[in-house]
Nanobody, 117 residues
Framework: QVTLVESGGGLVQAGGSLRLSCAAS????????MGWFRQAPGKEREFVARINWSAGTTYNADSVKGRFTISRDNAKNTMYLQMNSLKAEDTAVYYC??????????WGQGTQVTVSS
């Protein structure tokens, strides 16, 4: 079983920055990729960004390109999401996830990000 724990959420003014962290633990953690999703009130969960765990290649949703950066520290089994130039529409619960092959298999409990305008 793999456990994912997010941290770093909070309240920030529009234009500000936050950095989310996702620490992975569990027996023989060996996901192929990890990523971030978010869910705003009344909306479906949407993809934000993903990173290949070994190669480090990344992919961002168009809505966050140029503002959010995903990264990872393999030694710490930790993934990050640096969020800059935050907008009110970025307000959501952010979830980290880990995948094996082509399936998102493990999910964190979520961390709230609120951007005030």
């Amino acid at each position: 079983q793999v456990t994912l724990v997010e941290s770093g959420g909070g309240l920030v003014q529009a234009g500000g920055s936050l950095r989310l962290s996702c620490a992975a633990s569990g027996r023989a953690f060996s996901s192929d990729f990890m990523g971030w999703f978010r869910q705003a009130p009344g909306k479906e969960r949407e993809f934000v960004a993903r990173i290949n765990w070994s190669a480090g290649t990344t992919y961002n949703a168009d809505s966050v390109k140029g503002r959010f950066t995903i990264s990872r520290d393999n030694a710490k089994n930790t993934m990050y999401l640096q969020m800059n130039s935050l907008k009110a529409e970025d307000t959501a619960v952010y979830y980290c996830a880990a995948g094996v092959r082509s399936t998102w298999k493990y999910w964190g409990q979520g961390t709230q990000v609120t951007v005030s305008s």
